[in-house]
């Protein structure tokens, strides 16, 4: 085992080291961070075969250029559908593949979504704040953006080979554009007209999008009173609207209190959708009751911890998986 | 004033608990100690407590919890009022009004009516609390600024305020903690650090903490930053 150094030749804006979030600071004004998207992040790491919340670098649309210039390590990609180029070759995301000493390896804007993560068999070096690597991206704290022309430096780097190959993508997680939100809870403020359009009219993400939120573009959403509410916490999903009506879904950096009345709060299993559409795609909101909320919260906990636990099984090198072909083909020919 | 507590579910994941529709030091008082009874009892499946003006927020797990649940646990609280201000810490911030750090110091000044030394002494003579944090890490929002200085925010917010400025806006006071924009009056800087990055005392206030600030001159300023820098 070795160090691996990875030379970033690009990295766009928004490129950043994260680990599973930092919970338990909102009462100092800290938002919990980590990956826009979880469950994409937690699959890489899963994968590998690595230890839950372990930092990787989450890639925005903006791309990720890196080449391997000392020792080889075996890294997964997941999250959305990005474009991949290893040493010459093209792939898809959703895989595991391992990067050797001077090949270069560039996760691009593909297809669909907004956020992929690279998980490594190794420990990335990043700076920690409280605890955590993950980035706060509004002040910079935690393990910090990517930049283009620094190295990232990866302890311990493995190669695993029984572990390359496509990661299975999750089938449980809803698609389209329709987003459940538990109304509230300030919804007392807007008018009548203002709630109906919210929960019949759709809204398309503008390109005004970042980690700390999604500005919206549709109906406005007129206020019952004039705006002078004390400020009031503010959740992951939290539909904050503006004075001048403009509803924006706060993210994963969000202000942790604001004076703006919330509408509405998209729940937590729907983010990692919500975040993965592009400036220009369209959401529409349902609102289901709290009750409801809480039993889809305990069926995608459990859903996604099936599905961690099976895209975790290594696949095993090209002999293993020989050895266990012959095994159930022989398996099947005893029956016969 | 007061009001009988409103529960209301935020997603699927947290509970809002208004105590009134306006901040007062009562409302205050109230939030600080349900804030504190929640905290030491902890009830099953939550994660964080967010003390806010006039409410704050339970974070739970879903899997452990609901909001009916936590709704139960809450009211089923013994809720001490009587004694928040006995248990609040005091805090001192360090203060330098002169110059380069007094940008809006002369302003505040015409605008009250008041000479520089008069804004800089009724600031320091305000019983400052702090009653809640918002924003970004480490911004603390302390009530409690003297009548005498209060100004409305400018109308439009001044780009990258560095970090240390002292600032007023109404009857509120911050001390900032990164390079941020902001349309509130600055009067001067401090050197005090507000986030202590220590795993058990991470920034330097709480909800609900008494805050003194304390004058010093620009060479002292000088001198405790540079100390500071070195550690």
């Not at chain 1, 979880?38 to 670098?57: E, Q, S």
């Not at chain 1, 970042?210 to 206020?223: C, Q, T």
């Not at chain 1, 001048?244 to 202000?255: M, N, R, S």
């Not at chain 2, 008494?210 to 060479?219: K, P």
Request: with cysteine; aromatic share 6%; proline share 4%.
């Amino acid at each position: 085992m070795s160090d691996a150094t990875l030379a970033v030749h690009f990295a766009g804006a928004l490129v950043t080291l994260q680990d599973g979030g930092r919970p338990g600071h909102l009462r100092y004004g800290v938002a919990a961070s980590g990956p826009m998207d979880r469950v994409a992040f937690a699959a890489a790491n899963a994968a590998l075969g690595n230890i839950a919340n372990k930092t990787a670098i989450e890639v925005s649309l903006g791309g990720l250029i890196v080449e391997c210039k000392s020792a080889s390590i075996t890294l997964a990609i997941a999250g959305g559908d990005f474009m991949i180029e290893h040493a010459g070759a093209k792939t898809n995301g959703w895989t595991i593949l391992t990067l050797r000493e001077g090949e270069r390896l560039s996760v691009r804007v593909g297809s669909a979504g907004s956020w992929a993560y690279i998980a490594f068999a190794g420990n990335v070096v990043a700076n920690e704040w409280l605890g955590h690597a993950a980035t706060h991206s509004t002040s910079g704290f935690g393990g910090g953006a990517i930049q283009t022309g620094q190295k990232i430096v990866v302890e311990h780097a493995e190669i695993r080979e029984d572990r390359e190959g496509q990661i299975e993508q999750p089938d449980f997680i809803p698609s389209g554009m329709r987003m459940r939100v538990v109304m509230g809870p300030q919804d007392r403020w807007f008018r009548t007209e203002a709630i109906e359009a919210f929960k019949n009219s759709r809204y398309s993400l503008t390109n005004n999008y970042d980690r700390m939120g999604v500005r919206l573009e549709g109906e406005h959403l007129a206020l019952d009173a004039a705006l002078s509410i004390p400020s009031e916490p503010i959740v992951r999903g939290s539909v904050q609207v503006s004075g001048e009506g403009v509803p924006t879904i706060l993210l994963a950096d969000h202000h942790t209190t604001g004076g703006y009345p919330k509408i509405a709060t998209v729940i937590s299993a729907d983010i990692n959708v919500l975040v993965q559409k592009r400036c220009g795609q369209e959401v529409a909101f349902d609102a289901i009751s709290s009750e409801e909320a809480v039993k889809i919260a305990r069926q995608f906990s459990q859903d996604v911890s099936d599905y961690l636990d099976s895209v975790s099984v290594p696949r095993g090198n090209l002999q293993q998986r020989l050895m266990q072909q012959n095994l159930i083909s022989g398996v099947v020919g005893s029956d016969e | 004033m007061l009001m009988e507590a409103r529960y209301t579910a935020v997603a699927d994941h947290a509970l809002l608990v208004t105590l009134a529709e306006e901040l007062s030091d009562e409302v205050h008082e109230a939030i600080v100690a349900l804030d504190r009874a929640i905290t030491q009892a902890m009830p099953v499946g939550v994660i964080e407590v967010v003390p806010a003006l006039i409410n704050l927020l339970v974070s739970f797990d879903p899997v452990e919890t609901d909001h009916v649940q936590l709704e139960k646990a809450l009211r089923r609280l013994k809720i001490d009022t009587q004694h928040t201000s006995d248990k609040a810490a005091k805090r001192i911030v360090q203060v330098c009004y002169e110059k380069p750090f007094d940008f809006d110091l002369d302003a505040v000044a015409n605008a009250t009516g008041l000479s520089a030394d008069a804004v800089i002494k009724a600031h320091l003579a305000s019983d400052y609390k702090v009653l809640m944090y918002g924003f970004v890490p480490g911004y603390a929002y302390l009530g409690g600024v003297d009548a005498s200085i209060q100004v409305p925010r400018k109308l439009a917010a001044v780009r990258d305020i560095p970090a240390g400025c002292v600032m007023i806006a109404g009857t509120q006071c911050l001390v900032t903690t990164l390079k941020m924009p902001t349309g509130w009056s600055i009067i001067g800087r401090s050197p005090t650090p507000i986030l202590l990055n220590e795993p058990d005392r991470p920034f330097l206030f709480d909800v609900g903490d008494e805050v003194v600030f304390e004058r010093i001159s620009l060479d002292s300023y000088n001198e405790l930053l540079e100390a500071s820098d070195n550690e």
